[in-house]
């Protein structure tokens, strides 16, 4: 599944970074750490956090994830978005906090995974 | 070839600019794409901890066929205990910088699982040398 249709089945809003919005997504991983990130998470992987400073971006571009989603209502600032379209980092936003937004994306990507199996 | 970075202690908003930059190089050259990512995570690393804990430094990237060799070298507080540093989940990060994300105590274990040799020099009240060395696949 690409981010785009993520999206739209999760009602994600797509904040910036859209030119990234065909990336496919692989898996999902949650922290708020970003070693923990650099160090764990896996090329296309769908970043859940609920950091949403600038420094995102390059934990995102190095690791070639497909794209990032901001947790409990949190919106990236000025200089992130900024960044994130220069760079087309796709990031997503919704309200739901990190748990349920884990869960549901969890669930999407085996139901799709069972389907295309 | 050899580049060189200043990394700015304290400056968040450039974090992880230098390695991204040779990141680009790196994929310019066509080197396979596993070794890219671990020089990235190693690179980084060393980049942030300059950032988090140092007042300046340079990364000094060294690309010759057979290896790529990145030297992280600042001005800054220094390392008391090496072997301390390099335990997961150990850090002497301020609270403003785990608040944003670092500071997990991830950054050198990162590295040394990355990098094919690490080689720390650390003179405490002077600063910190990161020595990485990444083989490519001859």
């Known amino acids: 599944m690409n981010i785009a249709e993520i999206a739209d089945r999760l009602n ?3 904040v910036c970074g859209s030119t990234g919005k065909n990336n496919m ?3 999902g991983y949650t922290s708020d750490m970003l070693s923990n990130v650099m160090g764990n998470a896996s090329e296309g992987n769908l970043w859940i956090t609920m950091q949403s400073h600038k420094n995102i971006l390059a934990v995102a571009l190095l690791k070639e994830l497909s794209g990032i989603v901001l947790v409990n209502g949190h919106r990236p600032d000025t200089e992130t978005v900024t960044q994130a379209e220069k760079e087309g980092v796709v990031i997503l936003a919704t309200d739901l906090p990190a748990f349920e937004t884990a869960g549901r994306l969890y ?3 085996k ?3 069972d389907i295309q199996s | 070839m050899i580049f060189e970075y200043q990394i700015e202690g304290g400056d968040f908003t450039k974090a992880g600019s230098a390695s991204s930059e040779v990141k680009k190089i790196l994929r310019q050259l066509n080197l396979e794409p596993s070794l ?3 020089i ?3 690179m980084y690393e060393a980049e ?4 988090a804990h140092a007042y300046r430094g340079t990364m000094t990237v060294d690309i010759d066929t057979g290896r790529i060799f990145i030297a992280v070298k600042d001005e800054g507080p220094g390392i008391e205990d090496i072997e301390k540093a390099m335990t997961e989940g150990w850090s002497t990060a301020n609270e403003k910088v785990r608040e944003m994300g670092f500071g997990a105590g991830m950054g050198l274990p990162n590295i040394k699982k990355n990098a094919d040799e690490l080689k720390i ?3 405490p009240g002077t600063g910190t040398k990161v020595e990485i060395t990444c083989f490519t696949r001859l």
Do not use: M, P, Y
């Not at chain 2, 942030?48 to 950032?51: A, F, S």
């Open chain 1, 107 to 109: 669930q999407l990507l």
């Open chain 2, 121 to 123: 020099t650390s003179t």
């Open chain 1, 111 to 113: 139901e799709n995974e």
């Open chain 1, 25 to 27: 997504v692989t898996w």
């Open chain 1, 12 to 14: 994600f809003e797509i």
């Open chain 2, 36 to 38: 890219i990512k671990r």
């Open chain 2, 48 to 51: 942030v901890n300059v950032v």
């Open chain 2, 40 to 42: 990235a995570v190693a």
